[in-house]
């Protein structure tokens, strides 16, 4: 009996912790639905309660003498079970967009409910299912199983409602509940062949932490798809809030090199067309690029910006790994945020140097000048290096890091991983 209950108190404190997890989980998961999340942490505050019940029946169970405080615990026993089965049932109408008020299913859960509690609270003066003696010992009638039946019952028509609505359901959600009713059907049907009480705790805990973790990883694969849109669209405005006086300096450019240089405003024009289509593609771009993609790109900015600035501007390229994928507007947005607070033309000529290199855990895009440097911190006026660091952490697990150069200038580098 001291080995059943210590075995008891193990699988009752495991069993509490998972519940205690499954509220803190719910309550701290990023936009989940507010009724999803009150519906969660209601259910794993009610199957805490269960097994706190089960718990201190185990107890009970040491104490001949408690036979009053060893019905009460086996009473909520039973009272608790049937209330995970009609908060499913509640659960799966919500998903499904039903009205409970018109809903058949609703009712006929509703009304097996009603008669369990009914039947429960009729066993607790007459004894007719189970009763326990003056001695704290649980005995069981030839009719119990009529009580049992109620949950079964009630489970089954759980079941036949979530088949009904699998095409109403993503396939997740469907998977979610057969794993919830499956469970919950076989720890009472094994709960009547062999009796004990613990087993169906351990079932409707699984049933209801089983049908969590497939919710909660369908919600963080939808936060995560809805981040890397969010990520996509950020990277539009970005793409369509180029700087107005850089398209204005880059014709004006050309207009006056028509007649002075007509090779360089060839050259130019190309850069600048090259340059444009690299940024509309990038808005219709989803997912990663080569870096030779994005190399070419920046070096058509570069072009431009040099043709412009000329002997204020030094570009150098010591680029031999290229065969490696980042996301779009990369290395582009960080070349030009180094012109836009470096480049003083009243100060030296700003050097440049990109280059990349290989470790033995990933490659590394080094962006190093000798300007007035800038920070990560400006607020608004670094979004774009911002939104890098989110695409490289969400697309490539990469990072970018920002730091002062010993000489004066900045150094930017961004890791990604093999």
């Known amino acids: 009996?001291?080995?059943?209950?210590?075995?008891?108190?193990?699988?009752?404190?495991?069993?509490?912790?998972?519940?205690?997890?499954?509220?803190?989980?719910?309550?701290?998961?990023?936009?989940?639905?507010?009724?999803?999340?009150?519906?969660?942490?209601?259910?794993?505050?009610?199957?805490?309660?269960?097994?706190?019940?089960?718990?201190?029946?185990?107890?009970?169970?040491?104490?001949?003498?408690?036979?009053?405080?060893?019905?009460?615990?086996?009473?909520?026993?039973?009272?608790?079970?049937?209330?995970?089965?009609?908060?499913?049932?509640?659960?799966?109408?919500?998903?499904?967009?039903?009205?409970?008020?018109?809903?058949?299913?609703?009712?006929?859960?509703?009304?097996?409910?009603?008669?369990?509690?009914?039947?429960?609270?009729?066993?607790?003066?007459?004894?007719?299912?189970?009763?326990?003696?003056d001695e704290n010992i649980f005995y069981r009638n030839e009719l119990h199983t009529i009580l049992i039946g109620q949950l079964v019952v009630m489970a089954s028509i759980n079941l036949i409602a979530v088949i009904k609505r699998r095409k109403m359901l993503s396939k997740k959600y469907y998977v979610a509940f057969m794993v919830n009713t499956l469970s919950m059907m076989f720890a009472i049907l094994f709960h009547t062949i062999i009796f004990n009480p613990l087993v169906v705790a351990i079932g409707v805990t699984l049933s209801a932490l089983g049908m969590f973790v497939i919710i909660l990883i369908d919600h963080i694969e939808k936060f995560l798809r809805q981040q890397r849109e969010i990520l996509g669209q950020q990277a539009n405005i970005l793409v369509l809030q180029m700087r107005p006086h850089f398209i204005y300096n880059t014709m004006t450019s050309i207009y006056y090199l028509c007649s002075q240089n007509p090779k360089q405003a060839q050259k130019v024009m190309l850069d600048f067309t090259n340059y444009l289509r690299k940024n509309f593609m990038a808005i219709t771009h989803k997912g990663t690029i080569l870096f030779s993609e994005e190399l070419e790109h920046t070096k058509a900015y570069l072009s431009i910006e040099q043709a412009q600035f000329e002997e204020n501007l030094f570009i150098e390229y010591d680029t031999p790994y290229v065969n490696f994928k980042i996301p779009p507007l990369t290395l582009q947005p960080i070349v030009e945020n180094c012109i836009k607070h470096g480049l003083d033309l009243d100060s030296?000529?700003?050097?440049?140097?990109?280059?990349?290199?290989?470790?033995?855990?990933?490659?590394?895009?080094?962006?190093?000048?000798?300007?007035a440097g800038f920070e990560l911190d400006d607020g608004r006026e670094n979004f774009a290096l911002k939104n890098i660091q989110k695409r490289l952490e969400m697309f490539c697990e990469g990072n970018l890091s920002i730091y002062p150069r010993e000489c004066g200038g900045t150094i930017v580098k961004i890791f990604i991983p093999f």
């Open 348 to 371: 030296d000529p700003l050097n440049i140097l990109i280059l990349t290199r290989e470790t033995e855990s990933g490659n590394e895009i080094i962006v190093e000048d000798n300007g």
């Open 1 to 133: 009996m001291t080995i059943m209950c210590a075995a008891n108190f193990f699988l009752c404190g495991i069993m509490m912790s998972l519940m205690i997890a499954g509220i803190i989980i719910s309550a701290i998961t990023p936009d989940m639905e507010k009724w999803k999340r009150k519906f969660f942490i209601a259910l794993f505050t009610i199957l805490t309660l269960l097994v706190s019940t089960y718990l201190i029946d185990s107890f009970m169970l040491l104490s001949p003498n408690a036979a009053i405080a060893g019905r009460i615990a086996v009473f909520f026993e039973y009272f608790f079970i049937p209330v995970n089965i009609f908060m499913v049932a509640i659960f799966l109408l919500h998903c499904c967009g039903e009205n409970w008020r018109k809903s058949k299913f609703f009712y006929s859960v509703l009304i097996v409910y009603v008669v369990f509690l009914i039947l429960l609270a009729i066993t607790q003066f007459t004894g007719i299912f189970y009763y326990i003696t």
